[in-house]
């Protein structure tokens, strides 16, 4: 699958970045005697909504405004207090539906939930199972367990692997576990995400995956497994960002004799997978909850938690369950954060991540046989001005400081709010402007012909947009919202058969049946990758599922993925050629940018979402427990 709509969270492999600084004042110490409940003295209580609406109103830029709220938050904690044995670290995963659990082979998976999963078990923490860490820049380090290379010259990356790596089956990890995972997803019938460049680039993917060959040639090992050279057709900016260039290997031995088609849905993926990572899964109840123990041979160390328990919970029950210490650690849900801004036995902390809301439009459809979109000008939604009246009706701004108190961010481009230096500030966006939606709406001949209050397409027949929307918390008051909005400008829009959807049916709708539905529109989110480039979500990709393709998009894509954007330079001027073709047709707009904001219970001794930290300085492995039982408000 695909995008991760409003529960988020595509994930990206550094959504999840946790190290850690900063106090919990009041804490008891582990050698003084206290109940579970007690909980440190109040502290002051800040309106820290308020503030963050200010903000909005103070910024000149959304940028600005996310910059000031995400200062409010520690964005790392770290009590100095020690671990206390034989605690269980109780961790919540919001979720209004179950998970898939496609935990295993890390080619498989399709949401931010399951990323984070499976950053306890797959390898290091923030890398979600990579052979490589992750820099502050977003790029491939050097402090994973493996180093890298590239000669541009040559169109080679190489690969070099530490000895003392193992599977959780004692089994030695090797590149050709690597070699194995490209090797799946160039297979025929691989339908995961995974297919994507700059994997695809391999020397000999295609004609491997053709059954033309017997091994993808641009992959050479060493005698030893442990040097891998990658050869390309082409080298591409995106080989150097994590998340781009697959580097998650996959066990060949957990797989073997299994049919490629069949993985999905194996014991190796959904009931006992295996990684290399400090904690070992036990036991998997589907889409509800996980069992992990710590793993004595970690390659960083015997994790300080002997046992951590993941259970699903819906978005409404997290405020209550963090204040009663049901929980140490959860992704908190900012439409409540108003009520439970002042918590005394948690404490939030913030996280820049490049997640952003978005509506996008139906206009084509995907051809399964050439795995390409193909724009329909048939389509409700192919007319250029419809789509952009619909971004300038939208009132965002309201949205943000209301249900999301000041926490969310209308968005100004399509450009990802985590790549600070390739937005172009000159592109105008779409501020809430009704006025303007309706001058373009006239221009394209979209005429209230009956005087019904509502507009007709060109042709004169009655236009009703459908709309797909997934279920959530506050759905009502966000879907009146828009459909408000939309209404004002004389547009029509009512929701697919009538009700919201399970996200994961959706999404199976929207990439796989997409050839005959009814939808115009839908609401999503997207968590984008590390690398900055749109082909993975935006592209010739099944999880695109606006099906937007023109050759000038397509052309502008081709040249972020060419040498030449090596250059820094270059490539700030190809993405300012993309927000503004975006600008111009629009086949989606981002509704607002994102930050998490996590609250993690008084007794977690360690927690960081800033990128880039080392591995070897922080982990799952290092987090402890300092109180045998989480605090209680």
Known sequence: MKKILLCTLLVTLVTFVMAGCGTHDGAPAVDEPH???????????????????????AATHPLEAMDAVLAMFPMYIDTGLPHVEGTTFRFAITSDTPWSGLFGGGIFHTSVIEDNIRSLFAGDFAASGSIFSVTPDWQFGQDGIANWSQDLSANTMTIHLQEDVYWHDGVPLTLDDLVFAIEVIAHPDYTGPRRTPPTTQLVGFEEFGA?????????????????????????????????????????????????????????????????????????????????????????????????????RITTEVAPIAMETGAYDIV???????????????????????????????????????????????????????????????????????????????????????????????????????????????????FIDTTGDGFRDDPNGDPLTIIWAFPTQPMEEIIIAHYIQNWAS??????????????????????????????????????????????????????????RYTSAGYDAILDRMGTPAAFDPDYMRQVFSDWQWYWYHNMPYYPTMWRMNLWAANNRVTRWDNRVGIPPQEFGWHLIGLSAPEPYSS
């Open 35 to 57: 109940a579970a409940d007690d909980a440190p003295a109040p502290a002051e209580v800040v309106d820290v909504a308020e503030a963050a609406v200010e903000a909005h109103a």
């Open 489 to 546: 400008v004389g547009l029509r829009v009512e929701l697919w058969q009538g009700r919201t959807h399970d996200i994961f049916y959706l999404w199976d709708v929207l990439d796989y049946d997409d050839d005959d539905d009814e939808i115009d529109i839908y609401m999503g989110a997207w968590s984008p990758a590390a690398d900055p480039s749109p082909v993975g979500s935006w592209g010739h990709i099944i999880w695109n599922a606006s």
């Open 211 to 311: 059954g033309d060959a017997d091994t993808i040639s641009g992959l050479t090992l060493s005698n030893d497994n442990r040097t891998l050279i990658m050869n390309f057709t082409e080298m591409s900016p995106s080989m150097v960002y994590a998340g781009s260039l697959h580097t998650v290997p996959m066990p060949r031995h957990a797989f073997e004799g299994i049919p490629v088609a069949e993985m999905p849905e194996s014991d190796a993926v959904l009931v006992n997978p295996i990684g290399w990572g400090p904690f070992i899964v036990q036991n998997v109840v589907a889409g509800e909850a996980v069992h992990l123990v710590r793993n004595e041979n970690f390659v960083r160390g015997v994790p300080l938690i002997e046992e951590i328990v993941i259970e």
């Open 331 to 445: 992704e908190f849900p900012v439409i409540y954060f108003g009520d439970h801004q002042n918590p005394t036995n948690f404490t939030f902390s913030g996280q820049l991540i490049g997640d952003y809301n978005y509506i996008s439009f139906r206009v084509g459809h995907w051809d399964f046989d050439n795995n390409v979109n193909v724009f329909d000008t048939t389509r409700t939604m192919s007319n250029t001005n419809l789509r952009r009246a619909m971004a300038y009706a939208a009132d965002e701004e309201s949205l943000a400081n209301t249900i999301f108190h000041g926490l969310r961010f209308p968005a100004a481009t399509n450009a990802p709010a985590h790549h600070r230096g390739l937005h172009d500030h000159t592109v105008p966006g779409f501020p809430f402007s009704p006025q303007r939606a309706m001058e373009l709406l006239d221009e394209a001949g």
